[in-house]
C-alpha cells in the first residue's frame, strides 16, 4: 500500500524532491550546517521578500522551501528566483549561495538540546558522549562541522556568488546584515523595509508562532512539548553550556578553521587533533 501511495503522491507532484531536486540556473541557496541560524534566516528572507504573507512555520517551507520537506508541486509553482534552504556540503550545482557559519561551540550545544527535543536522546545523555559524535559528523547526515563550512569556503570563499554570514553578527546587528542580503539578492529594501522584516523574524514572535502551530510544522511534529525549538537566538552560550575539557576537544579539532572565520579560541589549542586526520588536513588548508 505505502507504494501506490507513493506512486500516487509522485504523480500528483506531491512528493519531496529531495536530492532529485532539478536546479534551475537562477536559483539561490540558503545554505549552512544544522543548528547554525538557518530557519530564523528564512524567516528573516520570507518576511523581506513576501511582506504581504507574513512567515509563519505554517508555511515557511512554501515560502523558502526545503527539498526535504517541501513538494514538487510546490518548487514548480514557485516565482523565480527560488531561495532554496539546504544543509548540503559543497555542491557545484549551486551557482548563487549564502552560507551562515555559527561558532561550533554554540552549534554543538543548540543540536544538542534539538536531539533531546526530538527524543533522539534522552535526558540524562551526556553532553561528553554528544561531543564526540559531534565531531565525528555522526549527529547529522550532512558531515562535521568542519567538513561542511571547510568545503564551502574552500571552493566558494571570496568567489561574488558567495555571500558568508556570520550568526553572531546577525545576532550583533540584524539589520545591517539582512541590508547585505539584499543586496546580495539584488532586492531594493529600504530601511524601514529592513526593520519590518527584523521585527516580524523576532525571537518573542517566532516563539509564539512556535507554540501556536507546533503541529503544522515538520520541524517540531512529534517532538517534546516541553523543549523549544526556538530558544535564546543568542551567541556564546557555549561559555555557561560546555565543560570546559569539551570545548578543547572542539578546539583541537577545528581551532585553524576558528580562527580563520574569526573565532577567538579559550584554549591551547593551536593545531587539528591527531586522531580526525580529514578534518586536520581542512583546518590546515584555511590556517
Given at each position: 500500500?505505502?507504494?501506490v501511495?507513493a506512486?500516487i503522491?509522485?504523480?500528483?507532484?506531491?512528493?519531496?524532491?529531495?536530492?532529485s531536486l532539478?536546479?534551475?540556473?537562477?536559483?539561490?541557496f540558503?545554505?549552512?550546517?544544522?543548528?547554525?541560524?538557518?530557519?530564523?534566516s528564512?524567516?528573516?528572507?520570507?518576511?523581506?521578500?513576501y511582506?504581504?504573507?507574513?512567515?509563519t512555520?505554517a508555511n515557511?517551507?512554501?515560502l523558502?522551501?526545503?527539498?526535504d520537506r517541501?513538494?514538487k508541486r510546490?518548487?514548480?509553482?514557485?516565482?523565480r528566483?527560488?531561495i532554496?534552504k539546504?544543509?548540503?556540503c559543497f555542491?557545484?550545482?549551486?551557482?548563487r549561495?549564502?552560507?551562515i557559519v555559527?561558532?561550533?561551540?554554540?552549534?554543538t550545544?543548540?543540536?544538542?538540546?534539538?536531539?533531546?527535543?526530538?527524543?533522539?536522546?534522552?535526558?540524562?545523555?551526556?553532553i561528553?558522549?554528544f561531543?564526540?559524535?559531534?565531531?565525528?559528523?555522526?549527529?547529522?547526515?550532512?558531515?562535521?562541522?568542519g567538513e561542511?563550512?571547510?568545503?564551502?569556503?574552500v571552493?566558494?570563499?571570496?568567489?561574488?556568488?558567495?555571500?558568508?554570514l556570520r550568526?553572531?553578527?546577525?545576532?550583533?546587528?540584524?539589520?545591517q546584515?539582512?541590508?547585505r542580503?539584499a543586496?546580495?539578492l539584488?532586492?531594493a529594501?529600504?530601511p524601514?523595509q529592513?526593520a519590518?522584516a527584523v521585527?516580524?523574524?523576532?525571537?518573542?514572535?517566532?516563539?509564539?508562532?512556535?507554540?501556536?502551530?507546533?503541529?503544522q510544522c515538520?520541524?517540531?511534529?512529534?517532538?517534546?512539548?516541553?523543549?523549544?525549538?526556538v530558544?535564546?537566538?543568542?551567541?556564546?552560550?557555549?561559555h555557561?553550556?560546555?565543560p570546559?575539557?569539551?570545548v578543547e576537544?572542539?578546539?583541537?579539532?577545528?581551532?585553524p578553521?576558528?580562527?580563520h572565520?574569526?573565532y577567538?579560541?579559550?584554549?591551547?589549542?593551536?593545531?587539528?587533533?591527531?586522531e580526525?586526520?580529514a578534518?586536520g588536513?581542512?583546518?590546515?588548508?584555511?590556517?
Open positions: 500500500m505505502k507504494y501511495i506512486g503522491k509522485k504523480a500528483l507532484q506531491l512528493h519531496r524532491p529531495g536530492r532539478v536546479i534551475l540556473p537562477d536559483d539561490i540558503l545554505v549552512s550546517f544544522p543548528k547554525s541560524g538557518n530557519t530564523w528564512r524567516f528573516l528572507l520570507a518576511n523581506l521578500k511582506p504581504d504573507q507574513p512567515a512555520f515557511i517551507h512554501r523558502i522551501p526545503d527539498p517541501t513538494s510546490d518548487f514548480e509553482t514557485m516565482h528566483p527560488r532554496i539546504s544543509h548540503e555542491d557545484p550545482r549551486y551557482s549561495v549564502i552560507y555559527r561558532d561550533p561551540r554554540d552549534v550545544v543548540s543540536q544538542y538540546h534539538y536531539h533531546r527535543k526530538l527524543r533522539k536522546i534522552g535526558d540524562d545523555s551526556p561528553e558522549l561531543v564526540t559524535r559531534f565531531l565525528a559528523g555522526k549527529t547529522c547526515p550532512h558531515g562535521s562541522w561542511n563550512v571547510a568545503t564551502w569556503l571552493a566558494r570563499e571570496n568567489d561574488p556568488r558567495f555571500l558568508l550568526y553572531e553578527d546577525m545576532v550583533a546587528d540584524t539589520c546584515e539582512l541590508t542580503v543586496d546580495f539584488g532586492l529594501a529600504s524601514q529592513i519590518a521585527e516580524r523574524s523576532s525571537v518573542s514572535r517566532m516563539k509564539k508562532l512556535e507554540q501556536a502551530e507546533t503541529d515538520s520541524l517540531t511534529q512529534g517532538s517534546r512539548k516541553d523543549l523549544s525549538f530558544r535564546s537566538a543568542s551567541a556564546g552560550g557555549w555557561k553550556d560546555l570546559a575539557d569539551q576537544r572542539i578546539e583541537l579539532a577545528w581551532g578553521l576558528m580562527r572565520l574569526g577567538e579560541l579559550s584554549s591551547s589549542a593551536h593545531s587539528p587533533a591527531t580526525m586526520p578534518q588536513v581542512l583546518g590546515k588548508v584555511l590556517g
